[in-house]
């Protein structure tokens, strides 16, 4: 890998904003398909996080260190890196504008610059992150105090928060949930604790399939189930929480609760610096088609991951699935060919309903259970061991060393020769 720090403008066959899940994970598809690419790297953080991981650094399964590597040790060495973030979009020119006021030219765009966690949308809540018994497995570094908090609670009430959609991961929330009432369970103290679920949502999960095997947790850990009840406020000196709750005729109400422990999910929204541009939809994300994750608007850009339009579940499961349909369809974009490479809009969901078990959630656009595997070996509606297994030891292995590194294990695209020809024109480069 190459950096570079000049502020000339650079010139180069593919610019990638974000190093990301979506990032590198599009990159290396790139490069698998087409070595010879030239391409640069927008990303300004050290370190890349393998996010999936903190739930279980919560839960006390994993240790924070084992979802951290370095940033420069993932990239490919033949990728310049500008270690800087994308400041402004220039679509018109076929340009991104850094921070660092370099300018880098492409003839195709890949945004993978993942969402804004939204900390300072609830008053009292940024500046509490990780006192007061304030934490969330969201903010990086802070799932060890999540797991301090969950092994010091021996009495009270512990309260989790779910945000409005769309949020990455939707099923995170109540995973940390879970994976806490079980250790108080195993040590016999849940029966002093009063815990709450609250979110933001009309139903536990959106894909109904899963709710029933859900359900039946919140029973066995006695969970107060509190649905439209939005967290709105916090004073973190008084451990006070205030939630704005919707009433069955539409009116809403506004509540408070004391808490010993509060894990909350934050707002999530689209980056600023995307919101701000021509690139982005009316709510600020990415305006790309859902099956080929092409740019409505503008043919050589694409977009994939969390900063992307697209109604599937925002989860590092659906960028393994999308990476390479980027990477496809650039490539036939590059070389004036016609788009083929459909993304089915997969997402996955491993819910860790107790230590050892999980509740293996996966599905296509418009809610679709799609499992992976078969029904015999794995019941995704239903507790299992082997989705544990999964999640445990083979997820992660499979995101460093095949997703981000070009192997697609259970990603082949789908093909399809009838996508509409007027957006197969508007590909031509001109
Ligand atoms: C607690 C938690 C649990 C989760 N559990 C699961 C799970 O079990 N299964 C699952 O599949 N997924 C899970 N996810 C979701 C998954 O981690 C994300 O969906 C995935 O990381 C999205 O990848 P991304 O590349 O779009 O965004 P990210 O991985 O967040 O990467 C975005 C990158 O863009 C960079 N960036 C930001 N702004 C700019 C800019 N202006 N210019 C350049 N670069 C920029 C950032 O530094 C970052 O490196 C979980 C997430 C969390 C937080």
Known sequence: MNTDNTTTTKNYDVVVIGGGAA????????????PSLKIALAEPSDQHYYQPGWTLVGGGVFKQASTVKNMADLIPAAVTWYKSAAAS?????????????????????VVAMGLKLDWS???????????????????????????????????????FTQPPMPIKCAGAPQKAMYLSCDHWLRHHVLKNINVHFCSAGAAIFGVADYVPALQQYVKKYAINLNLQTNLIALDASSQTAYFRQTQADGSSKDIEK???MLHVTPPQVAPDVLRQSL????????????????????????????????????????????APVVAENLIKLLTNKPMQAVYDGYGSCPLTVERGKIVLAEFLYGGKVEPTFPKWLVDGTKPSALSWFLKEKMLPPLYWYAMLKGHEWLATPSYRDDLPQDRHQKNQLK
Not at 26 to 34: D, G, N, P, V, Y
């Open 279 to 322: 690139l982005a939809d009316n709510a600020g994300w990415m305006n790309v088609f859902p099956d080929t994750l092409q740019h409505q608007q503008w043919p050589n850009v694409f977009a994939l991951g969390d900063c992307a339009n697209t109604p599937n579940a925002k989860t590092a499961a659906a960028v393994r699935k999308q």
């Open 121 to 159: 949308a609830i008053p009292g809540l940024a500046d509490n992150l990780g006192q007061h018994g304030v934490t969330s497995n969201y903010a990086p570094g802070l799932a060890p105090y999540t797991w301090q908090l969950v092994q010091q609670l021996q009495q009270g009430t512990a309260i």
């Open 258 to 260: 004391h808490f010993d």
């Open 23 to 34: 990032g590198l994970a599009t990159i290396a598809s790139l490069l698998k398909r087409q």
């Open 89 to 109: 979009f220039q679509p018109e020119l076929n340009q991104v504008v850094l921070q660092d006021n370099s300018t880098l030219s492409y003839r195709a765009l």
